[in-house]
């Protein structure tokens, strides 16, 4: 099936300091990617759309400056957190959606990262 | 905009039957897709509907009414690994993104 392979799984970083997030499809074109935020016993938020070879849509409230997406190949994403803050320690993960469709529906989800800023 | 409401919290006894419903208002309708979370761990889709009607997947089972806005997920035969967080979600927009309910977090006590 569709597999996302998201990492890393948990990272800690001093704050001021940037932290990259990967998310790959091993089997599949990720033609759009969306990435998710999840603060403890909430839902997870939209943060942003990318498509490949384009530039991401962030959803309202989102810097755009602050939370960099790359997506410059079919089975590349990546996120990175720059200028990282204790307010920005949340569990953040990736979405694909691609050719040939993965089984559920379009949507296959990366495992997360745990992001802790100290 | 999307706007997905869902009780907080249930509880239920091992083997039992539990309903967590989900009332939703979209602008665009396109199916109501279920996911199932445990803590630390990232969504896996249990269910997805795009028709009004039952859709039956083993213990899961998910039902939608396009007319009331409604759909439920119903988890039969309960089991100690149920107990997780379950959301529910719509497709939207042009590029099809996902916007995820509140959240039900599910207790299956013994």
């Known amino acids: 099936g569709a597999v996302v392979s998201q990492h890393p799984s948990w990272v800690i970083c001093k704050s001021g300091t940037s932290v990259k997030i990967e998310c790959r499809s091993l089997?599949?074109?990720?033609?759009?990617m969306f990435w998710y935020r999840q603060f403890p016993k909430q839902s997870l938020m939209l943060m942003a759309t990318?498509?490949?070879?384009?530039?991401?849509?962030?959803e309202q409230g989102v810097e755009k400056d602050k939370f960099l997406i790359n997506h410059a190949s079919l089975t590349l994403s990546t996120l990175t957190v720059t200028s990282a803050h204790p307010e920005d320690s949340s569990f953040y993960i990736c979405?694909?959606?691609?050719?040939?469709?993965?089984?559920?529906?379009?949507?296959?989800f990366g495992s997360g990262t745990r992001l802790t800023v100290v | 905009g999307q706007s997905l409401e869902q009780p907080s919290e249930v509880t239920a006894v091992e083997g039992a039957i539990v309903q967590i419903n989900c009332t939703y208002q979209t602008s665009g309708f396109y199916g109501l897709s279920w996911y199932q979370q445990h803590d630390g761990g990232a969504p896996t889709f249990l269910s997805y509907?795009?028709?009004?009607g039952l859709e039956e997947t083993g213990r899961f089972s998910s039902f939608l009414s396009r007319s009331d806005s409604y759909g439920y997920l119903l988890l039969q035969e309960l089991q100690m690994k149920d107990s997780a967080s379950y959301f529910c979600a719509v497709p939207s927009g042009g590029y099809q993104k996902v916007t995820f309910g509140t959240g039900t977090k599910l207790q299956v006590i013994p």
């Open positions: 089997d599949f074109q990720a033609t759009t």
């Open positions: 990318s498509n490949e070879g384009s530039k991401a849509t962030y």
């Open positions: 979405s694909a959606r691609g050719r040939p469709p993965p089984p559920t529906y379009g949507y296959t």
């Open positions: 509907n795009a028709l009004d």
